[in-house]
């Protein structure tokens, strides 16, 4: 069974920095696109950094020079690092696959359990 399992969220200050991790199986890992997404409380879930097939990467304009997508393919495990958090960063940020090229709202094949991230002021 395909799995994505995230780990690495918690509770932190505005400023700080935080690495959420994805490990996924191998047959997902070798999916062509994967993603981080988020969502918080009585906001439709937003798609935050996505990696493709090709590894091109693309960020949300609210992340953009704050995140950064990267895949370790050795231990198929994908990263999101997030530095100068801000307290609208709170969410629950899910990992997701897909079996295109590149991943969107709308062509997730894989999600995860999701993990909370809270950003205190």
């Known amino acids: 069974q395909e799995k994505l399992i995230e780990s690495g969220g918690g509770l932190v200050h505005a400023g700080d920095s935080l690495t959420l991790s994805c490990a996924a199986s191998?047959?997902?890992?070798?999916?062509?696109?994967m993603g981080w997404f988020r969502q918080a409380p009585g906001i439709e879930r937003e798609l935050v950094a996505r990696?493709?097939?090709?590894?091109?990467?693309d960020y949300a304009d609210s992340v953009k020079g704050r995140f950064t997508i990267s895949k370790d393919m050795a231990n198929s495990t994908l990263y999101l690092q997030m530095d100068n958090l801000k307290v609208e960063d709170t969410a629950v940020y899910y990992c997701?696959?897909?079996?295109?090229?590149?991943?969107?709202?709308?062509?997730?094949?894989?999600w995860g359990q999701g993990t909370q991230v809270t950003v205190s002021s």
């Open positions: 191998l047959r997902l890992f070798s999916a062509r696109g």
């Open positions: 997701a696959a897909t079996r295109r090229v590149g991943i969107t709202s709308e062509n997730v094949d894989y």
């Open positions: 990696i493709s097939g090709l590894d091109t990467i």
